[in-house]
């Protein structure tokens, strides 16, 4: 099975969690002592490291954050495009809530593979949109419940 492949099952997988809220979906993706570099973004940023921490990191970001939301929506820029054992994708998910203006955000992702099971993803937010998605949390922290 290709990388892209094997992405695309793990996508698919973490969907389905958000979803279900059944993150033992997601959790046969990730190696054990997987580390995860969620970005710089003051609410959303973090480095993990450990499958559990990596899934408790998961459950806990979109609880506090796009679970605040009406609807979330996922979609494809560019990739994926399998570059030796990673998998490089771009992407936006597009948040909707009563009350608030929308809001965009555009990632770049890197997912890392050793054989079948992913040891490091690494999320990777323009600066400019870094400097938006602060003054959008600040502006509605209130609106949308968010507790920083």
Do not use: C
Request: proline letters at 3%; glycine letters at 8%; zero cysteines.
């Amino acid at each position: 099975m290709s990388n892209i492949a094997r992405f695309a099952a793990y996508a698919a997988a973490f969907e389905n969690a958000y979803e279900s809220d059944d993150w033992s979906v997601v959790e046969p993706f990730f190696a054990e002592n997987a580390v995860y570099d969620a970005g710089s973004a003051r609410f959303l940023g973090g480095h993990f490291e450990g499958r559990d921490a990596i899934l408790a990191y998961f459950k806990d970001a979109l609880d506090g954050f796009d679970r605040r939301f009406d609807s979330r929506e996922i979609t494809p820029i560019e990739g994926p495009v399998e570059e030796g054992d990673q998998v490089r994708v771009r992407g936006s998910a597009t948040y909707r809530a009563e009350g608030v203006p929308e809001l965009v955000l555009v990632l770049d992702e890197i997912v890392t593979f050793d054989g079948d099971l992913i040891v490091r993803i690494e999320d990777r937010y323009e600066d400019e949109l870094l400097e938006t998605f602060e003054a959008y949390l600040d502006a509605h922290r209130d609106t949308l419940g968010f507790a920083i």
